[in-house]
Nanobody, 122 residues
Framework: QVQLVESGGGLVQAGGSLRLSCVAS????????MGWFRRAPGKEREFVAA????????KYADSVKGRFTASRDNAKNTVYLQMNSLKPEDAAVYYC???????????????WGQGTQVAVSS
């Protein structure tokens, strides 16, 4: 069973930066992409970013374009989410997910992490 473990969350002031990490216990044939999602209190989970293991192609939600950057380290089975210029509305629990790209971007991935909390003070 694939396990995903996120880390790097915390409290930051508005305008600050955080880098989240997600380590996969293994990479299976179907895990061609990794994604980042977030869920704020009282809101539904929303897509943030996705990246493919091969080629490093990325996709972002409009709300984070230009501020967040997804990257990966294939040798470490790790993906990152660099978050800059954080806003109070970015506060949420951030989750990583793994599957084929289509399932990742449609929030139907088979594998999910437990999440890491990001808080942004104004």
């Amino acid at each position: 069973q694939v396990q995903l473990v996120e880390s790097g969350g915390g409290l930051v002031q508005a305008g600050g930066s955080l880098r989240l990490s997600c380590v996969a216990s293994e990479r299976t044939f179907s895990m061609s992409a990794m994604g980042w999602f977030r869920r704020a209190p009282g809101k539904e989970r929303e897509f943030v970013a996705a990246i493919t293991w091969i080629g490093g192609s990325t996709k972002y939600a409009d709300s984070v374009k230009g501020r967040f950057t997804a990257s990966r380290d294939n040798a470490k089975n790790t993906v990152y989410l660099q978050m800059n210029s954080l806003k109070p509305e970015d506060a949420a629990v951030y989750y990583c997910a793994a599957d084929v790209l289509l399932k990742v971007v449609t929030s139907t991935a088979d594998y999910w992490g437990q999440g890491t909390q990001v808080a942004v003070s104004s």
